[in-house]
């Protein structure tokens, strides 16, 4: 569970979304150690590191249309295992198939949402990511 001194994996190939989600992860009170990859390549070394230093963050937030790996790819590189059970992930994206919900259920996805389009909907993201992070404090 996230709380203070707890880490985030943040991937975004969007400054401004990455800007944008750390806000609303702040105004919603979720304190955390915010650790950012801004490309699926980037993150799956971030990734493999935590596993190799036995330093999984507790939430990974991933957009999956990334440069040089998409986020699909990352999941599927990194067995459910590596990642453990402690890490939730949370996937922001477009709008999705059945097939490709049903693939991230299968790779440990804990949640997906619809990426934000306007600024009350990404303040809105940080209270849906605590409420899933802390839900005994929802």
């Known amino acids: 569970m996230l709380g203070a001194k707890q880490k985030l994996l943040l991937v975004d190939d969007s400054r401004e979304d990455r800007f944008l989600i750390k806000q609303a992860l702040i105004d919603s009170d979720l304190h955390c150690e915010i650790e950012e990859a801004w490309d699926g ?8 590191r935590c596993v190799e230093n036995d330093a999984l963050p507790d939430l ?5 249309s990334l440069p040089k790996r998409s986020g699909i790819e990352i999941l599927e590189r990194l ?5 453990g059970r402690r890490t939730k992930i949370i996937v922001l994206s477009s709008l999705l198939s059945e097939r490709e919900q049903v693939r991230l259920r299968e790779l440990g ?4 949402f ?3 389009i306007d600024l009350h909907e990404f303040l ?3 209270t849906k ?3 899933l992070a ?3 404090h929802a």
């Open 41 to 48: 390549e980037e993150a799956e070394l971030c990734l493999a």
């Open 60 to 64: 990974v937030i991933l957009d999956l």
């Open 79 to 83: 067995s459910p295992h590596e990642l």
């Open 109 to 112: 996805v804990d949640h997906v």
């Open 114 to 116: 619809t990426k934000p």
């Open 124 to 126: 809105a993201l940080g």
């Open 129 to 131: 990511v605590k409420n």
């Open 134 to 136: 802390l839900p005994t």
